[in-house]
Nanobody
Framework: QVQLVESGGGLVQPGGSLRLSCEASRLTIGFYAMRWYRQAPGKERLVIATITSDGSRTNYEDSVKGRFTISRDNTKNTVYLQMNSLKSDDTAVYYC????????????WGQGTQVTVSS
């Protein structure tokens, strides 16, 4: 079955950096817009970064603009989230998703990876 597998999470000090990866299997991400979401304890899951299927356009939630960068390598079937200048408020479970750009409703979630920002 289709899988999106996130990796790269962990514990980092405030001001530090992490790079998350989301690798897809049994799915060609070149047809999909990819997104990163996060969900902090007790809060709803929110989209924080989006990249179109060809990588030509990106969009960011205000709280991560200028600190996070979403990118993709369609040849590796992988999307990335580079996170810099991390803050304690960035602590959350991070999820990637794939949404087919032509087929409405064709959508997949990853299982999530924990990011904890703490000294």
């Amino acid at each position: 079955q289709v899988q999106l597998v996130e990796s790269g999470g962990g514990l980092v000090q405030p001001g530090g950096s992490l790079r998350l990866s989301c690798e897809a299997s049994r799915l060609t991400i070149g047809f999909y817009a990819m997104r990163w979401y996060r969900q902090a304890p007790g809060k709803e899951r929110l989209v924080i970064a989006t990249i179109t299927s060809d990588g030509s356009r990106t969009n960011y939630e205000d709280s991560v603009k200028g600190r996070f960068t979403i990118s993709r390598d369609n040849t590796k079937n992988t999307v990335y989230l580079q996170m810099n200048s991390l803050k304690s408020d960035d602590t959350a479970v991070y999820y990637c998703s794939a949404a087919h750009e032509q087929i409405r409703g064709l959508f997949y979630w990853g299982q999530g990876t924990q990011v904890t920002v703490s000294s």
